[in-house]
Antibody, heavy 122, light 113 residues
Framework: QITLKESGPTLVKPTQTLTLTCTVS??????????VGWIRQPPGKALEWLAL???????RYSPSLKNRLTITKDTSKNQVVLTMTNMDPVDTATYYC??????????????WGQGTLVTVSS | DIVMTQSPDSLAVSLGERATINCKSS????????????FAWYQQKPGQPPKLLIY???TRESGVPDRFSGSGSGTDFTLTISSLQAEDVAVYYC?????????FGQGTKLEIK
């Protein structure tokens, strides 16, 4: 079955760079149509879509965060990595990775990781 | 960016009664070439990740009970729970995947009256 698991630091300091890893199983990151996205959720607040990478390395970013985000994948390790530069306390949130629902144009997500809470504080 | 606005922000419904949540997008998410609405509904329970309920505005995800249904087109969408069960207490989010950023609504908290 499809599973995703986020890993990374739980605490980062302001101005630091955050690196999060999503380790996936049950599917291949190189299979046509596959995509993995990152979504975050500040405590008690709504979901915010961040980025998405497709099987062919095509990438999509939230325009408001585009200059701070990089999404990459390592097919051999079954991992998708999100980096976010210049972290600020407002970036405190639970960060989720999620599997893109299959099918043309379906950029919504059918499997999600449990999420990892990242706190930004000095 | 497409802004998604849900109403109401919170809702209390008696067990067995109908619950209705609305979502309005700031621009149409209907793609004319295939007549599909690039729109989804999610359910999120405390301490859990979101769960996909509905996509293409009205297609139920596998395993989702048929008391959940989605309707609407263009800019106005509705999630209906036909007979509320205790396990349906959650926050519900809409999402558009028509254009990036694939934005979510602010959420609607559903409780038992």
């Amino acid at each position: 079955q499809i599973t995703l698991k986020e890993s990374g630091p739980t605490l980062v300091k302001p101005t630091q760079t955050l690196t999060l890893t999503c380790t996936v199983s049950g599917f291949s990151l190189s299979t046509s149509g596959v995509g993995v996205g990152w979504i975050r959720q500040p405590p008690g607040k709504a979901l915010e879509w961040l980025a998405l990478i497709y099987w062919d390395d095509d990438q999509r970013y939230s325009p408001s965060l585009k200059n701070r985000l990089t999404i990459t994948k390592d097919t051999s390790k079954n991992q998708v990595v999100l980096t976010m530069t210049n972290m600020d306390p407002v970036d405190t949130a639970t960060y989720y990775c999620a599997h893109r629902l299959g099918g043309s144009g379906t950029n919504t997500f059918d499997y999600w990781g449990q999420g990892t809470l990242v706190t930004v504080s000095s | 960016d497409i802004v998604m606005t849900q109403s109401p922000d919170s809702l209390a419904v008696s067990l067995g009664e109908r619950a209705t949540i609305n979502c309005k997008s700031s621009q149409s998410v209907l793609y004319s070439s295939n007549n599909k609405n690039y729109f989804a509904w999610y359910q999120q329970k405390p301490g859990q990740p979101p769960k996909l309920l509905i996509y293409w505005a009205s297609t139920r995800e596998s395993g989702v009970p048929d008391r959940f249904s989605g309707s609407g087109s263009g800019t106005d969408f509705t999630l209906t729970i036909s007979s509320l069960q205790a396990e349906d207490v959650a926050v519900y989010y809409c999402q558009q995947y028509y254009s990036t950023p694939y934005s979510f609504g602010q959420g609607t908290k559903l409780e038992i009256k």
